[in-house]
């Protein structure tokens, strides 16, 4: 691996989640295979902690926070794929255990799946043990899951990890911490109008936007935002595609 972007054919495929029953299903169809997660890369050039990719291209990512109602987030990849945009969603540990069938379906719309800690306590003001329990019990999820610990971590209750907190991933298996530089202030539930003038007003080429899973006012407001994203010629897609 060189970092370069590798060629999107060659698909890594699927892989089984890991700890399933062997003999306990017999009779019943096997599990659906999972698609698997990108696993975490490093980015020569890029630092450890990511706000924003390149400036001079076209390309936004919109990360999610990944935690809330099922219905309400497969409505929003819903209408992230309807207009043909990948998205990022960290997702919180505690989550997955409760629905676990959202891993698939996020990998499953080509969107980047990623760890947003055990259980969204404030990391940066934990010992270190219980923080690096946080980040690798979302981890342990997330290969069991999906085969990987997932693309991406976010750190839990700030825009910025603290540079034990960034150690301790690294730790952990991920190279980078990704924080963002737009924040949506959607989970504050402002109104779909407001989470859409938010964004717009601050978005640019290689922004990284923070938005989250689990509210209203995001979903609606998806279809206006990449709406007025495309008028300005810029793409949201993954945020491996937007740095690699
Ligand atoms: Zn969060």
Redesign the pocket.
Known sequence: MTGCHPPRAADPGAVRPAGRPSAAGAGHAPPAPVRAARPPTRVPGLPVQIENGPRNGRAVALTF?G?GDPKMATALLGEAERAGAKVTV?A?GDWLDEQPAMARRILDGGHELGN?TLH?RNICALPAAEAYAEISGCADRLRKLTGTIGSWF?P??TRRATPLVTQLARKAGYPHVLSYDVDSHDANDPGAAAVQRTVLDSVGPGSVVSL?LGHAGTVAALPPILDGLRRRGLRAVTTTELVT
């Open positions: 926070h935690r960290l919180v947003h969204h976010r839990s209750q989250h």
